[in-house]
Structures are given as structure tokens and as C-alpha cells.
């Protein structure tokens, strides 16, 4: 598409929050969606995967490598999507990053120099039960004419494996949606992995947008440990202004291994930025009851023992109290105090306190949580003892999480 200068300025002016104000050309080109599409079956030929689309497959599943798995499905555009099926996955707001600055590079090297980059729209959820956040790109390059285009991407996390599929045209979005979460829904693999006997999924949104997904999963070891795994991935526009060299992202993941009572064996956490590591913690049990923590804290070394009290407590602890606690006739006031190793501090266990304000229906209890001079209003579920709505911090950001996806009991 051929337009002017100002022209371009105004389409960069005018997307995402100002979406009705925008010229009626770029509108009716977000309008267009595929026709009669139909739901295909997929297949590898070594057997590895298989699934269904909605949209016409182009090409046989070709395997790239050892760990990846290339899909190119007709949604009705011009263009088609691209789906890549990443082995064992990857960390999925790094893989978006990654992948959209690839992209906009070769698009910009077939049309000529890129002008600027705006992000479109940020948005997260699940499809069935499977994690994803989007990103759209609003582009402009510069060749012999100003040429607009469009980046949509999604990444998946499904059973154990990761999804990123990519669209590069404007328009089409339901369609491009709607093939991607077909295809997350029905992936099956050969090497079929035990499923999590809990699992969760929240999206994390910022000032209303969705930017990320936290997944919560719990597996049981053949020597009775169970394996805690709570994976954050988050996409985070630093300001208002989504006019962007790049996207700064942050995935992080911490591991609790729990013994047959409930207590802690062991814990670990990693942090990465923009695909860096900032912190790679390991918490391990000492002499004495003591706590040993040692490796990277935002950049820097860190080693020291911890003292055994006040005792960490684990995940399914507590839990495990706020159901006992839910089971009172009464528990508007009720108070529960735990201790916790957190990024906050990790040089110590930190004490927090939990108390009910109100019970707000059949299975929902608001609380608030004070740790030190923090305090949050939660949303607690009566049958799993789990935030259903919380507030995570990030720096200075806070971003609300959401549960939209829970599955099993412990």
C-alpha cells in the first residue's frame, strides 16, 4: 500500500487506542477475513505430531532440523501463515522477540529501509489449555515508494512443546487466530510426556492490556517429590509510546521440589530480560536447619546462608491452610502468616500475612496479603487455596493477573 508521508504519520498516530479514528482505507483492510475456511488434518511425515488446522495446509509438515517442524496454512489472504513447532519448547516472550525482529528485518531488506515499527496490539490467553500472547506490528518502509504492512505473531506453549506462528499482511486476524488456536488445540505428539497432575494459567495484563501468561504446573517424581514449576513470560512496552526499536520482554520461571509433607527440599529461580540473564538462584538446605543461596542476583554474585526461621513455606502449604481455613463457619478476619523465599529479597525468608475481607460468592474470598511494607488485595479460590486474581510486581510495574485456565487438585 502506497501513501504519503503525513499519511504515515497519522497511521502511526492513530493505531491501537485510536483504532476508530483511523483513515478508512487501513480500516477496511483490518476487515478482511478468510472465507469457508475448513478444518484440515496435519501430520509429519516421520509421525511425530499430528493435528487439524483451520485453513488449507500448503505443504507437507516439513521437519527443519532435529527440533523443528515447519507448517504453511491459506487462511484466505494473499499471504499465508507460517507455523513453526519448536521441540521442547522455548521461552515465549524471548521467542517473540527473536522472531519479530527477524522478520521486520527481511521484510525491510525485500522493500527498503524501515521507517518505524509500532506495536498494534498486545493480547494473551489459552487456547483449550495451551498459554499464548500475541503481538501485532504496525510497519512502514521506505524503497522507491512508503510501503505499510502488517506482523501479526502468536506463540503457544502446548503439551511440553512450543508453537509460534506468524502472519505478514494486513487484515485477517480472526482468521489467522482461529487457524493457530485449531492447530494448538489438536497438536499431539509422539513422545507424549506425563501430563501435570495440576495445572493453571493466568494472563497478566498492564493498565487493562493483556501482555503475558504465568503457568502454574505440578509433577510428582518416582521418588514422591513433587516439582513445582511456576513459568512467567511477560511482553512490556516500557512506556505509552509504541513506536519501538525492539520488544522488551521478560520470561522467568521458579521451581519449588516439595516432599511427600509438604515441606521444602529445595528451590531454584531464573530471570531473563530481553534474552540475558539478570538472576540464576539455587536455594539448598545447609547444616543446622540453615538455608544456603547462592548464584546471580540481578547481575551479580551472591552467596549466603539463611537463617532456619522464620521456615519457608511451600506453594502447596499454603494452600493447604487456606483451605483449612475456608472451612470455618466464619472467616471474614481470619489471619494466616507464612514465610517465603522471594526476588524481592532473596538474603532472606520474609514473613507474610494473609487476611480475609469479605466472601464474595460460593468459591471466591477476597484477602489481603502484607509482606514488610506491601500490601495487595487478592482473590483466593475456596477449592484449590489458590489466587484466582492477584497483583504481581515488576519494578516499578504492577501487573494484574487473572486465572483463566485450572485443571486437576492436590
Request: charged share 20%.
Amino acid at each position: 500500500m502506497r501513501v504519503t508521508i503525513p499519511l504515515v504519520l497519522t497511521i502511526l498516530m492513530l493505531t491501537g487506542h485510536a483504532r476508530g479514528q483511523e483513515v478508512q482505507w487501513l480500516r477496511d483492510l483490518r476487515a478482511r477475513e478468510g472465507q469457508n475456511l475448513k478444518e484440515q488434518a496435519v501430520s509429519s511425515k516421520d509421525a511425530f505430531l499430528t493435528g487439524r488446522v483451520l485453513g488449507k495446509v500448503l505443504n507437507t509438515v516439513i521437519v527443519r532440523d532435529a527440533s523443528s517442524y515447519a507448517i504453511d496454512i491459506d487462511i484466505g489472504s494473499e499471504t499465508p501463515a507460517t507455523c513453526e513447532v519448536i521441540v521442547g519448547g522455548f521461552n515465549l516472550a524471548q521467542g517473540l522477540r527473536e522472531a519479530a525482529d527477524r522478520t521486520i528485518t527481511e521484510f525491510a531488506l525485500l522493500y527498503g529501509t524501515l521507517e518505524k515499527r509500532a506495536i498494534d496490539r498486545i493480547d494473551a490467553g489459552v487456547f483449550g489449555s495451551s498459554p499464548y500472547i500475541a503481538v501485532d506490528w504496525l510497519l512502514v518502509v521506505n524503497g522507491k515508494t512508503l510501503r505499510v504492512g502488517a506482523l501479526k505473531q502468536l506463540v503457544v506453549s502446548t503439551r511440553g512443546h512450543g508453537l509460534y506462528c506468524a502472519h505478514l499482511e494486513i487484515g485477517y486476524s480472526k482468521s489467522f487466530q482461529a487457524a493457530v488456536g485449531s492447530l494448538a488445540k489438536t497438536l499431539r505428539f509422539k513422545d507424549a510426556r506425563t501430563a501435570p497432575f495440576f495445572t493453571e494459567v493466568s494472563t497478566a495484563s498492564l493498565k487493562g492490556d493483556k501482555v503475558g501468561v504465568q503457568v502454574v504446573t505440578m509433577q510428582r517424581d518416582a521418588a514422591g517429590v513433587t516439582h513445582v514449576l511456576t513459568s512467567t513470560s511477560l511482553a512490556l512496552p516500557q512506556t505509552s509510546d509504541t513506536l519501538l526499536q525492539t520488544l522488551p520482554v521478560r520470561d522467568s520461571s521458579s521451581v519449588q521440589r516439595i516432599g511427600p509433607t509438604g515441606s521444602l527440599v529445595n528451590a531454584a529461580h531464573v530471570v531473563s530480560a530481553n534474552g540475558a540473564i539478570e538472576t540464576q538462584l539455587a536455594l539448598t538446605p545447609g547444616k543446622n536447619g540453615t538455608w544456603l543461596v547462592s548464584g546471580q542476583f540481578e547481575g551479580a554474585p551472591l552467596a549466603k546462608t539463611l537463617e532456619s526461621a522464620p521456615v519457608a513455606s511451600t506453594l502447596i502449604q499454603q494452600a493447604r491452610a487456606r483451605r483449612a481455613l475456608f472451612t470455618r463457619k466464619s472467616v471474614v478476619g481470619a489471619q494466616l502468616t507464612s514465610a517465603q523465599w522471594t526476588m524481592k529479597d532473596p538474603t532472606r525468608i520474609i514473613e507474610s500475612q494473609t487476611t480475609v475481607l469479605s466472601v464474595t460468592g460460593a468459591d471466591r474470598v477476597v484477602a489481603r496479603e502484607t509482606s514488610e511494607d506491601l500490601a495487595t488485595e487478592i482473590v483466593l479460590d475456596r477449592t484449590t487455596g489458590m489466587p484466582s486474581k492477584a497483583v504481581m510486581a515488576i519494578g516499578a510495574l504492577s501487573l494484574e493477573l487473572e486465572r483463566v485456565y485450572v485443571q486437576g487438585t492436590f
